[in-house]
Antibody, heavy 122, light 110 residues
């Protein structure tokens, strides 16, 4: 059974940093591209970042480019999102999502975690 | 990258069919066959319903179907059931390593 378990969310001040983790199990982690998708309260989904199965390719939405860094440790089956210079508009539930296959651009996110809430406020 | 355009709401009675549109541009939906649809119930994570325009993951009822014409993709739900009431989001690859979502459509089963 595929499981994705996010952690690391919480309250942080504007300009602060936070690192999210997503522990994966039930599938061959290194074979799948992974993404982070966020959702502000009462709002729609927003793709944030993606990483290839090997970790050699990383991709970002313009809204987070230069501030967020996605990475993965295939030996630990874990995905990460390092978030720096956080802003109020980054407040959202952050989901990690597995791509159905190797190419994140297909957008075929077939499994999602339960989400972790990030609140940026003073 | 601009979001895809979806109607904010849609509705239908049990047993009826409803179609939700997702309008993009010639830079996303119009040129890539990487359109997905997600269902999201309140307080839950999204669920993949359709990928690559019209493919259904295993376990998704065949009442759900997807299509694309020009810059617009569509999700059709046939034989509406009460449990289909949810928010639906489309997504598309938009080139230049970008992925965009629609604003979401709230489907109400009357």
């Amino acid at each position: 059974e595929v499981q994705l378990l996010e952690s690391g969310g919480g309250l942080v001040q504007p300009g602060g940093s936070l690192r999210l983790s997503c522990a994966a199990s039930g599938f061959t982690f290194s074979s799948c591209a992974m993404s982070w998708v966020r959702q502000a309260a009462g709002k729609g989904l927003e793709w944030v970042s993606a990483i290839s199965g090997s970790g050699g390719g990383t991709y970002y939405a313009d809204s987070v480019k230069g501030r967020f860094t996605i990475s993965r440790d295939n030996s630990k089956n874990t995905l990460y999102l390092q978030m720096n210079s956080l802003r109020a508009e980054d407040t959202a539930v952050y989901y990690c999502a597995k791509t159905r296959g190797a190419y994140y651009g297909s957008g075929s996110f077939d499994f999602w975690g339960q989400g972790t809430l990030v609140t940026v406020s003073s | 990258q601009s979001a895809l355009t979806q109607p904010p709401s849609a509705s239908g009675s049990p047993g009826q069919s409803v179609t939700i549109s997702c309008t993009g541009t010639s830079s996303d939906i119009g040129v890539y066959d990487y359109v997905s649809w997600f269902q999201q119930h309140p307080g839950k994570a999204p669920k993949l319903m359709i990928y690559e325009v019209s493919k259904r993951p295993s376990g998704v009822p065949d009442r759900f179907s997807g299509s694309k014409s020009g810059n617009t993709a569509s999700l059709t739900v046939s034989g509406l059931q009460a449990e289909d009431e949810a928010d639906y989001y489309c997504s598309s690859y938009a080139g230049s390593n970008n992925l965009v979502f629609g604003g979401g459509t709230k489907l109400t089963v009357l």
